[in-house]
């Protein structure tokens, strides 16, 4: 693995082995390898949603490897599980970072009869 994997201490990748176990594929990999064109995928991939699975098509055992670290590397993300063609990478948001549309938004608690009758009670009296 790269080192970018020791970061991540036993109990951190069980949680995100757990969080990704009902992921599907989001990028597949295929004959051509790791192309420009996929990298940023992978990369667009990991700034929106953080935790990402990938497939991976008709690449040796042997290959799989350097491809795994390539792309630990060049978009600073970690391995998170390895299992024959699927892998899971992580990347944390950066704190700076501007979350997409949606994203960060709550829903609304559920406003009890008392509490809506109070505002209909203060609409009236304005």
Same mark, same amino acid.
């Given at each position: 693995?790269? #080192? $970018? +994997? +020791?970061?991540?201490?036993?109990?951190?990748? @069980?949680?995100?082995?757990?969080?990704? %176990? *009902?992921?599907?594929?989001?990028?597949?990999?295929?004959?051509?390898?790791?192309?420009?064109?996929?990298?940023? =995928?992978?990369? @667009?991939?990991? +700034?929106? %949603? =953080?935790?990402?699975?990938?497939?991976?098509?008709?690449?040796?055992? /042997? %290959? @799989?490897?350097?491809?795994?670290? /390539?792309?630990? +590397?060049?978009?600073?993300? *970690?391995?998170?599980?390895?299992?024959? $063609?699927?892998?899971?990478?992580?990347? /944390?948001?950066?704190?700076?970072?501007?979350?997409?549309?949606?994203?960060?938004? &709550?829903?609304? #608690?559920?406003?009890?009869?008392?509490?809506?009758?109070? &505002?209909?009670?203060? @609409?009236? *009296?304005?």
């Amino acid at each position: 693995m790269t #080192e $970018n +994997t +020791t970061q991540l201490s036993p109990a951190q990748r @069980r949680a995100l082995r757990a969080a990704a %176990h *009902h992921l599907q594929p989001v990028v597949s990999i295929s004959q051509k390898g790791l192309t420009p064109s996929v990298l940023a =995928e992978v990369d @667009r991939c990991l +700034t929106a %949603h =953080e935790l990402i699975k990938l497939r991976l098509y008709g690449i040796e055992r /042997e %290959h @799989r490897e350097g491809l795994f670290s /390539e792309i630990c +590397t060049t978009l600073k993300c *970690h391995t998170v599980q390895h299992i024959g $063609n699927l892998i899971v990478l992580w990347r /944390e948001h950066p704190k700076d970072a501007v979350a997409p549309a949606g994203v960060g938004r &709550r829903k609304p #608690e559920p406003i009890s009869k008392k509490r809506a009758a109070a &505002r209909l009670a203060a @609409r009236s *009296h304005k």
